[in-house]
């Protein structure tokens, strides 16, 4: 089957949906009927367990035996997210990052309406995977860019960005590329896949940074910040800009709110990670919730395996005793068939699944 060239690639392209800081700014009292979200309501949830904290440092110390890497690998098997200290990522990239991101969701609207979403791509301020007219919205706004490799990149986008940003992007890029690769060979120690497999995979890998801005709500609970989803990458780096809490983690059932540590950020596995380690680490659903008195801000930084690898169960891992529970599948198409359908939980995961090929192409 022919590929879709990378350029024209949709990546969760999405109908327009209002902007909603614009709403909030409104001080309506009720929340529009879009974004009214009785599923969501009376979220169980339960504050007593909290996802497991890595010390990056004591990581890449220590030898196979150290109880840093135990604790890393069953952080990813149970719980798929966790929060990683000492990650080394240069502090003053993190404020100076930090500071753009938050000037870039208080510009002036009309400034705004040069980067937003065009028809064909998820690029830009808007909403993604909003699919129809009717859909339920989340109260949020995004801005999407494609960061790597450079050849994805949509150069009139970046000419557009507010020069700083984009300064600070590139350097924020790197940093998150390598942090990635580092972690990443971490879990293939852990997962005892041949490090050289893992590398090979994420070279030249694709990157692309999701930023989210939740405004004050003045219905909280009737709404829900960001839908129940899993990542569809293989590895997340989430920044949280502010100490103010949202993102909970669904563990056997009952959703597990995150209290950001300073100086940490949020690393998780996604789908591709999952059937890479055949299953043995978990790509979790998780959701973002939204408060009445403050607005949260989060930077998702997505790494991909690169587009012409083929994903599937690690070589190196599967054997007579361990048979491929996933099929394997060119990255760059995966990526096209999963964003051809709608988010929706964890069903693409299943389609990979090797009982579906059944009556799959
Ligand atoms: C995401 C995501 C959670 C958050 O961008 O994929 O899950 O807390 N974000 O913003
Ligand atoms: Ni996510």
């Known amino acids: ?17 209002p902007s909603v800081p614009e709403l909030a700014k409104q001080h309506l009292t009720n929340i529009p009927a879009r974004y009214v979200r009785p599923e969501q309501e009376s979220p169980v949830t339960y504050a007593g367990a909290s996802i497991p904290v890595i010390d990056l440092q004591k990581l890449i110390s220590g030898d196979s035996m150290d109880s840093e890497l135990q604790k890393l690998h069953s952080a990813c098997q149970q719980w798929g997210f966790l929060q990683v200290i000492n990650h080394g990522v240069t502090p003053s990239i ?5 500071r753009e991101v938050i000037d870039l969701f208080k510009l002036p609207m009309e400034e705004k309406k040069k980067l937003w979403q065009q028809e064909d791509s998820f690029e830009g301020f808007g909403n993604s995977f909003v699919v129809s007219e009717e859909q339920k919205l989340d109260w949020n706004d995004m801005f999407g860019i494609m960061t790597l490799p450079l050849r994805i990149r949509k150069v009139d986008l970046f000419q557009k960005l507010p020069s700083n940003l984009r300064g600070i992007i590139e350097a924020y890029s790197n940093e998150m590329k390598s942090l990635a690769m580092i972690i ?5 120690k852990a997962l005892r896949i041949d490090e050289n497999e893992m590398r090979e995979l994420f070279s030249d890998g694709m990157q692309s940074i999701r930023m989210n801005y939740y405004p004050p709500c003045p219905e909280p609970h009737k709404t829900i910040g960001f839908s129940p989803h ?6 997340t780096i989430l920044f949280q800009l502010d100490e103010t809490e949202g993102l909970q983690v669904r563990k056997d059932d009952i959703w597990v709110p995150i209290k950001p540590l300073p100086n940490a950020l949020i690393v998780n596995i996604g789908d591709m990670m999952e059937i890479v380690s055949n299953g043995v680490y978990k790509s979790i659903e998780h959701r973002a919730i939204v408060n ?3 607005e949260r801000l989060s930077v998702a930084t997505f790494s991909t395996f690169n587009l012409d690898s083929e994903l599937g169960p690690a070589h190196s891992l599967i054997g007579p005793n361990n048979p491929p529970i996933f099929r394997r599948v060119v990255v760059q198409k995966y990526l096209q068939d999963f964003f051809a359908r709608k988010l929706d939980g964890k069903s693409y995961l299943d389609v990979m699944k090797v009982e579906a090929r059944n009556g799959e192409s």
Do not use: I, W, Y
């Open 1 to 17: 089957m022919e590929s879709t060239p990378v350029a024209k690639m949709n990546f969760g392209k999405s109908l327009l949906v």
């Open 94 to 98: 993190l404020e100076d990052f930090k």
């Open 184 to 188: 990443v060979c971490q879990l293939a």
């Open 230 to 235: 899993s990542d569809a990458d293989a590895l």
């Open 292 to 294: 009445s008195n403050k």
